[in-house]
């Protein structure tokens, strides 16, 4: 299965969002069923997410151009569902604490990873594949304290399937 969503992102001086809204619409055409996007604020140092089903049309309205979600470093998404229905709460990026996260292609293992987190006491928004990956993150990154490089590559080890990965640490700014 070939599965088409798109990944933007944008680090450096200008406002990110307008940036990745642009780059997601030139990634429409390989088609998608929803759009989300995360911009770290740095007057806030918070990651404001916001995510719309349907079109991309619907996100850029919802942001205002962009000009709702101030910051110099976001990432970007259009999604193409496998896993959990067309909705707000499965688009991406997905949260977990300080990290948020876009997925494209599928985890094939994360029921077994879910039970896991489960017992972790992680409880679940989404009815993604994708959320158990930034919850993994999330858990290796406040269990080592070691940075998002080690949790990511601890994350990797566990993880089985198809996927290209965005990630943004709020601890980490103008780092994606
Ligand atoms: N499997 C993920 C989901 O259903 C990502 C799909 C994609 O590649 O857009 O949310």
Request: charged share 25%; net charge positive.
């Amino acid at each position: 299965e070939n599965i088409m969503c798109g990944i933007a992102g944008y680090i450096g001086k200008q406002q990110a969002a307008p940036i990745i809204l642009d780059g997601l619409s030139k990634l429409e055409y390989r088609g998608y069923d929803s759009a989300g996007i995360a911009v770290r604020n740095e007057a806030t140092d918070k990651i404001a997410i916001v995510k719309a089903k349907g079109r991309l049309k619907t996100l850029i309205e919802k942001t205002d151009g962009g000009s709702a979600v101030p910051g110099t470093c976001g990432i970007g998404h259009t999604r193409w569902a496998t896993h959990g229905g067309v909705t707000n709460a499965n688009a991406h990026p997905h949260k977990s604490g300080n990290v948020a996260l876009i997925h494209n292609g599928i985890i094939e293992n994360y029921a077994e990873l879910k039970d896991k987190l489960l017992k972790h006491g992680y409880t679940f928004y989404s009815e993604t594949d994708t959320e158990v990956v930034i919850k993994l993150v999330d858990y290796y990154y406040r269990k080592y304290n070691l940075g998002p490089v080690d949790a990511i590559a601890k994350t990797m080890v566990r993880v089985r399937g198809s996927y290209a990965l965005e990630l943004m640490f709020r601890d980490y700014p103008g780092e994606i």
